[in-house]
């Protein structure tokens, strides 16, 4: 075999301390979980790991609790998902189509995205706490309701809550990609429908949509993967209440670990976890991908 | 250390003084979140870093077979003294341990009470028949019979622990880790509290917390309440207590059977990873000491956990208040069973149904019987 060359050996030692930061704070914590998702490790077991094969993940199809918050984390995500793409596609056309005031346009709209979670959390608590809240105050003034509204403490109306912080959040996110992608637009393409005597929604169809294709998969896969992974908005806002109604797979998994000090299970919910959101993931791909193909 | 809010400044006034009686020991108050279950998470985020990060662990019953099992307090049997533990109230004190070892030093005690509109009945009643005869013949349309906490917490756990105690039945054994919530004790419980609903109770009550139902009994809206000892400090102001409207008894029964009520409480413990127990352990004393209670006692309503220091008019409901199971795995059992109770109570899940379900998920979490 040759000797590998010396400026080959110089090359790889540039890739040493990626490879190594990699290691420890991905790969390592990675193997780690899917690990130990194989073993008990509880107050039962004092802490010890004792081998439990796939005992943790038989636990996981009897938990009616995690059923509940898988179906929890669905709905979060399905519905927030799509309000945030409607939400984000109808501002960047908006915005797009503007002449004037542009910039500032872009810049205020994007305010909401660049706050922290926990605070916008903190903030939308507030305006719908039942006694003190904007919310309350205004619909009560305007009549619309005659006494104050418990949003946070029923379980529709608290679900309900969490989607629109959420929503609130990360729709400029949507709007930001899309934005993008429609400054990447030829305005030949527009001038050509127009000659063909098309008009806005056949310029929208055959010229916007299939040109924002790429850019509604980068949008949708960020946001679902974020949604499906909610934390701290709902941990924040609703601590996962009123009775569980809000409560997602990660705030489960948290209580799991922090609260009932349970990591073996604690660690197959999340691996449970990844493997469902992959296999969506992976679905949407494979949709996106063929539909993108036939476009064009 | 990590408190509660300290609303009336009172911890840190007292705090003051132990510090100009023994300067030479630094005590730190952190008031930490007022939900316990947050306090709670904060101590187990802090033990499992290993860091030293609260000497002295502010602590309710519930917790202490947790974080004991885990190994992150430090053992007090060899430190408490004789003359204390004589004193402390001995079902405060059988809390505070786990394995036989003691962790946590008794500050105050809790335990369910009934509490009774005095002008409008003339003796408490004892049994759940006597309770829902007497709601039954004096509500009216704007006052309820019986208000109870059913809101899906802890509290809702409590409340129907005395039922369940009262019917005879058991929840957990913590000894032989057996569950008895599919037993026909639990489902006559249930179906106690799920029958007050729309009959002696406001179905509302199910999303009632503590203090809500303290300010409808207190506007004179109920009259029984299930509550805390604190409520009568609560009142001391209010026209009902005043004209001594208002009676305190123990929680009702079936009959043949025994008032209990939950016990509840909050003592102090050391956390293992401190590095100076014996000056932990002194502020341990002196927050435990008579001095301390009586103050705690005065301003804010807490009940010591002394035997020589029990208000009389508490002392017969006390005697009979029973310790939740004493398991490291509380927290979990609790929320499946706060889980099952709501759905039933809700009348998204039939009774039977949903304490199967809860006696099942129960035991496969404690590993006996899946």
Redesign the interface.
């Known amino acids: 075999m040759k000797k590998p060359s010396r400026s080959f050996v110089r090359e790889l030692s540039w890739f040493v301390p990626a490879a190594v930061l990699l290691l420890a704070l991905v790969v390592y914590p990675v193997l780690r979980t899917i690990g130990l998702s194989f073993f008990h490790k509880n ?2 077991t ?2 010890n790991s004792q081998f439990a094969g796939l005992e943790n993940f038989a ?1 996981i199809i ?4 995690f059923g509940s918050s898988l179906w929890v984390t669905v709905l979060f995500t399905l519905i927030s998902v799509t309000v945030e793409f409607g939400v984000g596609l109808l501002l960047a056309l908006c915005a797009s189509s503007l002449r004037q005031w542009r910039t500032a346009v872009r810049v205020i709209l994007l305010i909401p995205w660049t706050l922290p979670t926990a605070v916008i959390a903190v903030l939308w608590a507030w305006m719908l706490n039942d006694q003190y809240g904007g919310v309350n105050a205004v619909l009560l003034r305007v009549g619309l309701i005659h006494s104050p509204v ?1 949003w946070l ?1 029923e379980p529709a109306t608290a679900m309900a809550a969490v989607v629109f912080a959420d929503v609130w959040k990360t729709a400029p996110f949507v709007f930001l990609i899309l934005y993008a992608g429609l400054q990447n637009i030829p305005r030949e393409l527009y001038d050509a429908i127009e000659v063909d005597g098309g008009g806005a929604w056949a310029g929208f169809r055959y010229v916007t949509w299939p040109h924002l294709l790429p850019f509604t998969f980068v949008a949708l896969i960020f946001r679902i993967v974020q949604a499906f992974a909610v934390f701290d908005l709902i941990w924040v806002m609703t601590g996962g ?4 109604s809000t409560e997602t797979l990660s705030v489960y998994t948290y ?1 799991t670990y ?5 990591f073996g299970y604690g660690a197959a919910s999340v691996v449970t976890t990844v493997v469902i959101l992959a296999l969506i993931a992976g679905g949407l791909y494979r949709l996106v991908v063929t539909k993108y193909e036939r476009a064009f | 250390m990590l408190m509660e809010p300290d609303g009336t400044g009172l911890w840190q006034a007292i705090i003051e003084d132990f510090q100009t009686l023994h300067p030479d020991i630094r005590v730190q108050l952190v008031e930490g979140p007022a939900p316990t ?1 947050t306090r ?2 904060m101590y ?2 802090s033990f ?1 870093s290993g860091a030293a990060a609260y000497d002295i662990v502010y602590c309710d019953v519930i917790w202490t077979p ?1 974080f004991a ?3 992150w307090l430090l053992d007090l049997t060899d430190r408490a003294s004789a003359r204390d533990t004589a004193d402390f109230l001995p079902a405060d004190l059988h809390a505070g341990t786990y394995r036989g070892r003691l962790y946590r030093i008794p500050a105050f005690t809790d335990a369910g009470v009934l509490y009774y509109r005095k002008d409008l009945v003339s003796s408490p009643p004892a049994t759940f028949d006597e309770l829902e005869q007497l709601s039954r013949t004096f509500q009216s349309s704007d006052r309820s019979g019986f208000l109870w906490q059913g ?2 917490y802890e509290g809702l756990v409590t409340v129907f622990l005395e039922v369940l105690w009262g019917y005879g039945g058991d929840w957990i054994d913590p000894e032989t880790r057996e569950v008895s919530l599919d037993q026909p004790e639990a489902l006559r419980a249930l179906d106690f509290l799920k029958r007050s609903l729309g009959t002696i109770s406001p179905t509302a009550v199910t ?1 009632y917390a503590e203090e809500d139902t303290r300010t409808l009994f207190q506007n004179e809206r109920a009259i029984f309440l299930r509550n805390w000892p604190y409520v009568w400090t609560a009142m001391a102001q209010s026209p009902l207590r005043k004209e001594g409207r208002v009676g305190m008894a123990p929680v009702v029964h079936a009959p043949g059977q025994r008032s209990a009520a939950t016990l509840g409480g909050w003592g102090f413990a050391i956390s293992k990873f401190t590095r100076n127990p014996e000056a932990a352990w002194q502020v341990v004393q002196y927050l435990t000491s008579r001095e301390q209670l009586v103050k705690i006692q005065s301003r804010m309503g807490r009940i010591p956990a002394r035997r020589s220091m029990l208000p009389p008019e508490f002392t017969p409901i006390l005697e009979s208040a029973r310790m939740r199971p004493a398991i ?2 509380y ?2 059992a609790s ?2 069973l ?2 099952w109770l ?2 039933a109570l809700t009348g998204r899940v039939d009774p039977e149904e949903a304490l199967k ?1 809860a006696a099942h ?1 129960t035991r ?1 979490l404690l ?1 006996t019987g899946a």
């Open positions: 107050l039962l004092g802490f636990r009897t938990d009616s609790r418990t403490a209440g009123p009775g569980g209580r922090m609260r009932y000090l349970d | 279950d709670e998470d187990s985020v499992l947790k099992a885990a190994g809101k899906q999303t490291p795995e927290a979990q929320d499946i706060q889980r709501s759905a379900k998920e496969s590993g």
